[in-house]
T-cell receptor, first 115, second 114 residues
Framework: AQSVTQPDIHITVSEGASLELRCNYS??????LFWYVQSPGQGLQLLLK??????LVQGIKGFEAEFKRSQSSFNLRKPSVHWSDAAEYFCAVGGPTSGTYKYIFGTGTRLKVLA | DGGITQSPKYLFRKEGQNVTLSCEQN?????MYWYRQDPGQGLRLIYYSQIVNDFQKGDIAEGYSVSREKKESFPLTVTSAQKNPTAFYLC?????????????FGPGTRLTVT
């Protein structure tokens, strides 16, 4: 069955430190991959997406993600975290499933940034 | 500005009452979705619609109903049959239900039922 796993429920980093949020997926073919960010009490905002081509994709707010087919991973990275990056981050996959099309979301990683 | 609006932001109801959450988009998207978000569980799909006058059950449709009479509107009714309705509800839309169209989300409605 298709699934998305975000193994880290909480991550704490210091401002200015680098960040990597992990995402692993299970899917029969190459899915479409997304990272979203959610501030408390708000909707989700798309950070970046991967459909095909270059496996390193750039997004908004200085984020990037790398698709690794061999590891079924799509990890999100940022070289230097800002206090405003504190939020919850969701990895998602999209693709045809059982005659329809579905988006599957991970359970999220909550990022805390220390000043 | 194009986007998705959800109203109200906070909603309080007594147990046993039906309640309707509003979702409107002006992005000219064909597909619309309703998700429920609970702490630690990510987003769970309630209903989705690919086109006007058509909608499909998602993973947790029991106790919910929807309509899609207009392209821009996709209201969700939480009925008294929903056993645990208190949650954060998110509406989303995408250009179409295929091809990796990304979803755009509204700001959400927090429903509290007592």
């Amino acid at each position: 069955a298709q699934s998305v796993t975000q193994p880290d429920i909480h991550i704490t980093v210091s401002e200015g430190a680098s960040l990597e949020l992990r995402c692993n997926y299970s899917y029969g073919a190459t899915p479409y991959l997304f990272w979203y960010v959610q501030s408390p009490g708000q909707g989700l905002q798309l950070l970046l997406k991967y459909f095909s081509g270059d496996t390193l994709v750039q997004g908004i707010k200085g984020f990037e993600a790398e698709f690794k087919r061999s590891q079924s991973s799509f990890n999100l990275r940022k070289p230097s975290v800002h206090w405003s990056d504190a939020a919850e981050y969701f990895c998602a996959v999209g693709g045809p499933t059982s005659g329809t099309y579905k988006y599957i979301f991970g359970t999220g990683t909550r990022l805390k940034v220390l000043a | 500005d194009g986007g998705i609006t959800q109203s109200p932001k906070y909603l309080f109801r007594k147990e046993g009452q039906n309640v309707t959450l509003s979702c409107e988009q002006n992005l000219n998207h064909d597909a619309m979705y309703w998700y429920r978000q609970d702490p630690g569980q990510g987003l769970r799909l309630i209903y989705y619609s690919q086109i006007v006058n058509d909608f499909q059950k998602g993973d947790i449709a029991e106790g919910y109903s929807v309509s899609r009479e207009k392209k821009e509107s996709f209201p969700l009714t939480v009925t008294s049959a929903q056993k645990n309705p208190t949650a954060f509800y998110l509406c989303a839309s995408s250009h179409r239900l295929a091809g990796g169209s990304e979803q755009y989300f509204g700001p959400g409605t927090r429903l509290t039922v007592t």
